[in-house]
């Protein structure tokens, strides 16, 4: 593998093709390929449908926006026009899908299996960091850094950190730019406590846990402005990323029905269901209702509960 052919496959990974449409969130091609990667690091290359379906549906079920139907048919079939994947039919993998619009059940009947193209499995061989430094590109291209943790364990796959990656200009550059001064902005604005659980903890003069969430995120374009967002402790804003709880109109928190647990998550997240967001110190720094809109459609969790 040359140098030229390693990039040219990163380039490949950060540039997916992915279908956007007023800012709705697509992960499901990242998550197949995330689940290909940890498969790939077991010793399993070919993936066939039938055996994967469910599990990939699984991962959509968790990780992208809610919807009625799940596609899981849709990333594995239409990857193979990102150059890295293919999807071949029959037992014996005998011919090479070429269409586009195949359902799930003719996935099955047809035995289609997936992998990676022979290029990039010669890379993934070649390169030991390779698996770490094209999940690192998809994380932080497609998720916030607060959920990367639990995508890799619900994924079950291992990153090795142990030294600097060679790839590692090329994952610096997949990093958007982001304004310094919006952690402080936020954090200003709200007072250096969680807009939900009102922690101000701090060290010295250290704060701690303290974190500026995205509303509308990052990796959505999300913009580095203070109504797009709110200063959340660590656990709130983990939660928050991940759809437990939404923004409802005029700051009011709505708890998803689909988050439930024991006592300790009534007196974390249950008892502010309904309730309503600290409010930052100026109107104008309120959150937009756009952005707000933005969260509830495309990463809270199902419906709130009732009021
Ligand atoms: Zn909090």
């Not at 993936?47 to 990333?75: D, G, H, K, V």
């Not at 990857?79 to 059940?105: Q, S």
């Not at 959920?147 to 990153?159: R, V």
Request: hydrophobic share 40%; charged share 25%.
């Amino acid at each position: 593998m040359t140098a030229i052919g390693a990039s040219g496959i990163l380039q490949s990974f950060e540039n997916l093709n992915i279908w956007r449409r007023n800012g709705e969130r697509a992960p499901h091609k990242p998550l197949l390929i995330l689940m290909a990667l940890a498969l790939f690091q077991q010793g399993v290359k070919d993936i066939p449908f039938r055996e994967y379906e469910s599990r990939l549906s699984e991962l959509l079920r968790e990780f992208a926006p809610q919807r009625r139907t799940l596609y899981p048919e849709a990333p594995f079939v239409r990857l193979k026009n990102d150059a890295i994947w293919e999807v071949t039919l029959g037992a014996n993998r005998e011919h090479i899908l070429r269409e586009n619009d195949l359902t799930k059940g003719q996935l099955r009947n047809l035995d289609a299996t997936g992998h990676f193209s022979p290029d990039v499995q010669t890379f993934l061989q070649s390169d030991p960091k390779a698996i770490t430094t094209i999940a690192r590109v998809l994380l932080t291209a497609h998720f916030p850094e607060s959920i990367h943790s639990d995508i890799l364990d619900a994924i079950g796959l291992a990153l090795d950190d142990s030294t600097a990656s060679t790839n590692g200009a090329d994952i610096a550059e997949v990093k958007r730019r982001r304004d310094p001064a919006f952690r402080e902005a936020v954090l200003t604005a709200y007072q250096y406590r969680c807009a939900l659980c009102d922690l101000d903890l701090r060290i010295g003069n250290i704060t701690i846990g303290l974190e500026a969430a995205h509303i509308k995120w990052h990796q959505a374009s999300g913009p580095d402005v203070v109504e797009n967002g709110i200063a959340l402790c660590c656990l709130h804003h983990k939660l928050f990323d991940i759809g437990a709880f939404t923004l409802g109109d005029h700051r009011r928190v709505l708890v998803s029905e689909k988050a439930h647990g024991g006592r300790s998550f009534e007196e974390i997240l249950l008892r502010h269901h309904g309730g309503q967001l600290n409010a930052p110190v100026r109107t104008e720094h309120h959150p937009a209702g756009s952005f707000a809109e933005w969260h509830r459609e495309q990463v809270f969790k199902g419906s709130a509960r009732p009021l």
